[in-house]
Each structure stands twice: as C-alpha cells, then as structure tokens.
C-alpha cells in the first residue's frame, strides 16, 4: 500500500512548492479540517506557516490520531517572543532552545512567511541570508539570557562582529539552529561572549554564522548611547559649519 508524504510550507513560497510532494499550509489545513485524508498520511513541518497555523495543524492531527502522522520533529512552536527581544510575535524565527553539551544548544528555525525580513524580499526558492543572520542573533540571545547571564539586572547586548558562510540553500525545509559557545570573558562591566551558529537541514551544515558580542547593564549601556550620540551631533554640526563658513567669508569679500 502506498502512503502519501507531504511537506508543508507558507504560501508565499510559490517557487518551492513548484517542487513535487510540498502543499501549501492553507490547502494541508482545508484538507484536514474537511478530512480529506489518504491513509496514512505522513507530514513533515517546513517552513513559513505562522504560531495560529502550527497550533491548528497539531491539534487537527491529534484529532486525526492515527490517520496522520507528522515528521520526526512534530508540529514545531515558536519561542518566547519575549527572549528573543522581538515585539511582534510573527517575527520570532527560532523556536524553544534546548541543551545539547556544555557549550553547546538548539532549537529548531521557525520562520513565519510574514516576518519582517521576507515581508519585502523574497526571490527565489530559499530563505534569504538576511533571515538567516536575524535568527542567528536571536538564537545567540535567547542562549546568553537563558543559560549564562541570568541575573535580575536588564542587560544589552553590544555586537562586536559578525562574519557569515553560505555553504548551500536554506530551503523553507524543517531546519534547526545549532549554537556553540568558543569563547566566554568576564570584564568588569559585562562579558564578552564568542559563538559559532550552523543552520542544518537534517546532518548537512548549510551556513555558519560567528559572532562576538557583548553584554552589558542596561544602565551603563544607556550611558554610552547617550555621549556618543551627543558627540556624533556635534561632530556633525562642527562639520556643517565648516563647510559653509568659506561661504560666508567669500560673500562678504564680494
């Protein structure tokens, strides 16, 4: 007997789902509601569909019990969209982080196909790297809070440097997050954290991305802001009127 297998993605990814054995989240949700199943229906999650969609997706398959069977990972869910620093919940890309070593964590990509950084690019069938490099941030937040900085004191994290490998396409497959810690200093005000994040689809790596970054007291931070800013606007102003007192000298010569 053969049984159907599908993957699921966001609608917006009309590229990918040109490939055979994908379904548009908004028909895999008609079918199961109608219950229009083949039997023995097998679902792997992928990526675009929002928290509303993952959430109705896993009670509709629990109501189907045996008939439908979703991937090894299951239905996954967003993170706390209070850990990853993000206001509007669409915008959360990774999903709940989990311990792996000592230095070592995971979580699955949860992408929503109206998050901010695809809402106005999308080409093609992959996931952009500017998504990428936003989950990587995320990923390296919710680590540091949740796992080595957790004190009462609001921090901010400070990014000293980025640098990113594109080894293959990050297709809207299921995928997850790996972070690895290389390197953790104490100063006297913060820490300094070095990490390394692999996007994989399954066992293959498909892009790296490595940070280094500060935390730091809010309070201290707000500080810092604060004179740099104000310098800036003079620097800038002291510019200004460098360039237009030539001006004014030559006016009054003529």
């Known amino acids: 007997m053969s049984h159907e297998a599908l993957i699921a993605v966001g609608d917006r990814f009309e590229d990918f789902l040109a490939n055979r054995g994908t379904v548009p989240v908004s028909e895999l949700i008609a079918r199961l509601r109608a219950g229009e199943l083949a039997e023995g229906l097998s679902v792997s999650i992928g990526q675009g569909l929002s928290a509303g969609q993952l959430a109705e997706i896993r009670a509709l ?50 992408i929503d196909e109206r998050v901010e950084v695809l809402e106005d690019h999308l080409t093609g069938q992959h996931i952009p790297a500017i998504t990428l490099l936003e989950a990587a941030r995320q990923m390296w937040t919710v680590v540091t809070e949740q796992f080595f900085v957790t004190g009462p004191e609001k921090t901010r994290f400070v990014i000293g440097s980025v640098n990113s490998e594109f080894h293959s396409f990050v297709f809207p497959l299921p995928a997850t997050a790996q972070y690895e810690l290389l390197e953790h200093t104490r100063s006297p005000v913060g820490s300094v954290f070095r990490c390394r994040i692999g996007f994989h689809h399954g066992e293959k790596l498909a892009s790296v991305v490595e940070a280094e970054y500060r935390v730091i007291p809010e309070r201290f931070s707000v500080k810092q802001e604060k004179l740099a800013a104000r310098q800036a606007v003079v620097s800038e102003l002291t510019r200004l009127r460098e360039q237009s007192a030539p001006a004014v000298s030559a006016e009054r010569a003529a």
């Open 61 to 110: 398959a629990e109501a189907h019990g045996p008939a439908v069977s979703l991937g090894k990972g299951g239905v996954p869910e967003p993170a706390d969209q209070r850990l990853t620093h993000k206001h509007d919940a669409k915008n959360v890309l990774i999903g709940p982080v989990g311990q792996t070593g000592e230095k070592r964590f995971v979580a699955d990509l949860v």
